[in-house]
């Protein structure tokens, strides 16, 4: 029972709704107690896990160092003010980062700072009644604004306060609904998407999106308020600075849920490049353009609103020659640079470049997955242990 129960979990569809809290001053405190706490607790857990290895070479889990954390209550007696299972958290995530390490998946991890983003978990006994947010150590629930209803039951809660001093509780929920199979994919139901500097998006079908460049446009105000708090210093204008980059923030994340809900509302089909963002980054004459598009948050918001969907997302190589090769009949300019923005190709087409990078991306994927090489298959459609050994003595016999 206990099996089939976690396989359920597994393939039940999991959402997060996210909600402003407005708490009391004295809630405030517990709070910051709580986020210091937390940050306090993984940065330790981080170093005690790194010193065991170095000196012992024995690999502490979450588990060994969770066994600690009353001995640490007693020292250090402030943590008996933050609810045990978010400091047990902190260490957990602390252990996923390193699996996640050495999976390939994400650097080694780092100590955490007092930085902007600050927030803790509330892993159980988290319920909404009332118009209040109810989490253990909070005796009095918090004030919460739901501005959409909770759909499912709820699971746990992240709380996180802005550098503008904002809070908000991002509730997961598990909706009861299963994860949907991903459609059949076909040629018509498909689009290609090209993400450019210029032109933020360019598809397949021949449409193009501007970039309406959020902190590019605000630079002047920013520049002004910078050399303001450089000379002053004082809160108020540094809290003013803190406003306009939040603002900033906000528009760029409104503009891409909105179109990327709208690519995957529309399509059974996603075909994008595996654009390598990290290393783009690096390059500091585009650097500032690329973070201000917001490439890798468009990409992971298309890739979890099409996991709702059973959207297909297929990705093709880094090195492919999108934009060289022409979609109409397959010669490949060699000669072409960043700085044109037409291909003219031998063949007499003049093609748009980001539109004709579009189409080839939907090709090339299309190509690679309709002839067999990555396939995409529902889980019904798996290779099972059944009736594979009856086939193969069969085929002897005969």
């Excluded at 959020?214 to 308020?225: H, I, V």
């Excluded at 996603?270 to 690096?282: F, M, P, Q, S």
């Excluded at 390059?283 to 468009?298: T, V």
């Amino acid at each position: 029972i206990a099996i089939l129960f976690k396989s359920l979990y597994l393939y039940a569809m999991l959402k997060a709704f996210k909600y402003r809290l407005y708490p009391t001053r004295d809630q405030e405190t517990l709070i910051n107690k709580h986020i210091g706490g937390c940050r306090f607790v993984y940065n330790l857990a981080l170093e005690t896990k790194q010193m065991a290895y170095a000196g012992s070479k024995v690999n502490l889990s979450c588990f060994d160092l969770n066994k600690q954390l009353p001995d640490l209550k007693n020292e250090c007696e402030w943590l008996k003010e933050i609810n045990s299972q978010s400091l047990q958290q902190s260490i957990t995530n602390m252990d996923v980062a390193f699996t996640r390490f050495f999976k390939g998946q994400s650097d080694f991890p780092k100590f955490k700072k007092k930085s902007s983003a600050q927030s803790f978990s509330v892993p159980q006994k988290v319920f909404v009644f009332d118009g209040l947010l109810n989490i253990p150590k909070f005796k009095t629930g918090i004030p919460i604004v739901l501005s959409r209803p909770i759909k499912g039951v709820i699971r746990s809660a992240t709380i996180s306060r802005t550098p503008t001093g904002k809070y908000f509780a991002s509730i997961l929920c598990e909706t009861g609904e299963a994860i949907p199979e991903k459609r059949t994919i076909k040629e018509d139901t498909s689009i290609g998407i090209d993400l450019g500097i210029k032109s933020f998006l360019a598809t397949s079908d021949g449409k193009i999106f501007d970039n309406p460049k959020f902190l590019s446009k605000a630079q002047s105000r920013l520049k002004f308020t910078q050399s303001k708090y450089s000379k002053h210093k004082g809160k108020r204008t540094k809290k003013r600075l803190v406003l306009q980059h939040e603002k900033v923030a906000n528009q760029r994340k409104n503009f891409l849920h909105k179109l990327s809900a709208d690519i995957v509302k529309s399509h059974d089909t996603i075909c994008v490049e595996d654009l390598n963002i990290a290393g783009l980054l690096k390059n500091h004459c585009i650097a500032q353009s690329i973070a201000d598009a917001g490439w890798g948050m468009f990409i992971n918001m298309i890739k979890y609103k099409s996991e709702w969907r059973g959207v297909n997302v297929l990705k093709i190589g880094r090195f492919e020659p999108s934009s060289k090769t022409c979609s109409i009949c397959g010669h490949v300019n060699k000669d072409l640079t960043l700085k044109d923005r037409f291909l003219s190709c031998e063949c007499g087409n003049v093609l748009d470049r980001d539109v004709n990078a579009a189409i080839n991306i939907k090709n090339f994927a299309l190509k690679n997955n309709l002839s067999g090489e990555h396939r995409l298959k529902n889980r019904n459609e798996l290779p099972t242990l059944v009736g594979v050994l009856t086939c193969e003595v069969a085929t002897i016999k005969t």
